[in-house]
């Protein structure tokens, strides 16, 4: 019986870096991004050799800008992964799009290969927060290709947002979610924005950020109080409209929860593929290199001498202490929470035995709450998810 599987392929090119973000994306002509789809094409056949006893449940195309790509790149990525992965047919397929860069020819061929979600980096409905953020496209462009994904079939679609933006205001937010809402997306990805060392966003904003962190009034920021706000009106909005929070950050109309983030969440097995990227499997942490060019030669890691000697092949085995915490602070960013007896099945030893005080102390705290054999954060809990989730380190 074969193990289930998930894959994650990174597009590292976009046509113009945000300025908020901090991913390993950079633009690029198109002779590189013809080379680059060339080597993860051969590393994804390589390494399909090694996973003859998985299925793939899910496979999430991310980046950077997938649809940056040409239509016939995408196809020789896709294509590997079709011929040498065994893909169930129910699989959940994602590409990642940014208005602006999709074409007719491009969601036909996402369609042709299999492609069955789409996930689209929105952000803002207002063409100056667009502009602040340094995305390349206007709120028409996007309405422009979310029309025509929905004209060519797609019926799975992810619109991606992003609040707490400099200058931002409630009444800001509001109208952003309101757009948004009339377009009915299946999925609905609401972040708040974090100020990344590193971006051009820190050299501008940093200092604002550290005043908000300190209590003190942000001058271009919203004040945490408005955050809170705006995180708050998201959920009442959109709960109002069908949509289900299932993870802190996720909403959706039932059914159409993303397969790819919920086993990242339950700590499943992962492959990644393409430039930089991380995997996960059988409790073995390893990732690409980071280095274009080296990757470019075939630098990448070898699938085959990692999963049979971990350490000699530079990649991390995690223990059972490494496995506990991740199976808390990442299960509890589900609004379902942790299972305890989905812990016991897994760790062989109860959650209270392991995080009992743990547990205690936050529920006093009224930041958990349990219910049905579950632990999950309550909406103060999920203000203050970091310091709950640090709580869960276990000691050496």
Known sequence: MRRPLELYIHIPFCERKCL???????????????????ALAGEIRRKAKSCGGYE????????????????????????????????????EVTIECNPGTLTEEKLACYQRLGANRLSIGLQSAKDGELRRLGRIHTFRQFLGNYRLARELGFGNINVDLMF??????IADWEETLGKVLELKPEHISAYSLIVEEGTPFYEAYGEDDRKRARGEKPEFLPEEETECGMYALAREMLEKEGYRRYEISNYAKPGFECRHNIG???????????LGSASLMENIRFSNTSDLGAYLGGGYADLEKVLESPECAGAVR????????EFMFLGLRMADGVLAEAFRAEFGVGLEEVYGAAVRKFARQKLLAQAEGRVFLTEKGVAVSNYVFAGFLLEA
């Open 264 to 274: 990242y969440w339950r700590r499943a097995s992962y492959l990644g593929l393409g």
């Open 20 to 38: 908020y973000c901090d991913f390993l994306s950079m633009p690029a002509g198109a002779g590189l991004r013809s080379r680059y789809a060339e």
């Open 56 to 91: 793939v449940s899910a496979v999430f195309v991310g980046g950077g800008t997938p649809s940056c790509l040409e239509a016939e790149q995408m196809a020789k990525i896709l294509e590997a992964v079709r011929e040498g992965f065994f893909i169930r047919e129910d699989a």
């Open 318 to 325: 995690l223990d059972k202490k490494e496995q506990m915490e």
């Open 164 to 169: 707490a933006l400099p200058g931002q205001g």
